[in-house]
């Protein structure tokens, strides 16, 4: 069984502010993981994944994500906000080389970015 | 390329009738994902192909829904009746082998369905 769980509903940043947003995950098996960002009215985009390689994720529009084991979190961040990060960030789970190719997505984190 | 493509972008119905979703998947992934998005229950799964054949369809709600791909460069969503609660936005994503087994999804900007 897999699932994650975002804790915050909703995260507001000012421009040019860093931007956290946590994600635990709970898998009995090995998990990769990742982020999506969801902006208005459109679909899905990956920002970035954790396959088990490094455990420091870079993704892209400088985000990045760290995978720790030990605290069973992939927290996503970034150093400074800009006005077009302001969308739905999803964290997903799914086992790491499995044959069965369904994703956990979390519930979802909206961020909104004051000028 | 040209991304996941779907249509419609909208489609606004009344209860009963029938409703086909349509998708086109990036050229040259083998896997078709059906999502569906609402407030209520976020993202779920509703049915995924491999090389056109259907894999899993548990998420698929009730005999109402049907899905199909009959060639690598298209796929269909059919609800037949619909009802209100069948709102939502679904949508299309596609990935090749490698990715789906790891997670990397493309997705098309979905279709918003709202059944009155």
Not at chain 1, 25 to 39: A, D, E, G, K
Not at chain 2, 16 to 31: A, F, M, N, W
Not at chain 2, 76 to 96: G, M
Request: net charge neutral.
């Amino acid at each position: 069984a897999q699932s994650v769980t975002q804790l915050d509903s909703h995260v507001s940043v000012s421009e040019g502010t860093p931007v956290l947003l946590r994600c635990n995950y709970s898998s009995s098996y090995s998990p990769s993981l990742f982020w999506y960002v969801q902006h208005p009215n459109k679909g899905l985009q990956l920002l970035l994944k954790y396959t088990s390689a490094a455990t420091l994720v870079k993704g892209i529009n400088g985000f990045e994500a760290e995978f720790k084991k030990s605290e069973t979190s992939f927290h996503l961040t970034k150093p400074s906000a800009h006005m077009s990060d302001a969308a739905e960030y999803f964290c997903v789970v799914t086992r790491r080389r499995s044959n069965d190719y369904k994703l956990s997505f979390g519930a979802g984190t909206t961020v909104t970015v004051r000028a | 390329d040209a991304g996941v493509i779907q249509s419609p972008r909208h489609e606004v119905t009344e209860m009963g009738q029938e409703v086909t979703l349509r998708c086109k998947p990036i050229s040259g992934h083998d896997y078709l994902f059906w999502y569906r998005q609402t407030m209520m229950r976020g993202l779920e799964l509703l049915i995924y192909f491999n090389n056109n054949v259907p894999i899993d369809d548990s998420g698929m709600p009730e005999d109402r829904f049907s899905a199909k791909m009959p060639n690598a460069s298209f796929s269909t969503l059919k609800i037949q009746p619909s009802e209100p609660r069948d709102s939502a936005v679904y949508f299309c994503a596609s990935s090749s082998g490698a990715g789906a087994n790891t997670g990397e999804l493309f997705f098309g900007e979905g279709s918003r369905l709202t059944v009155l």
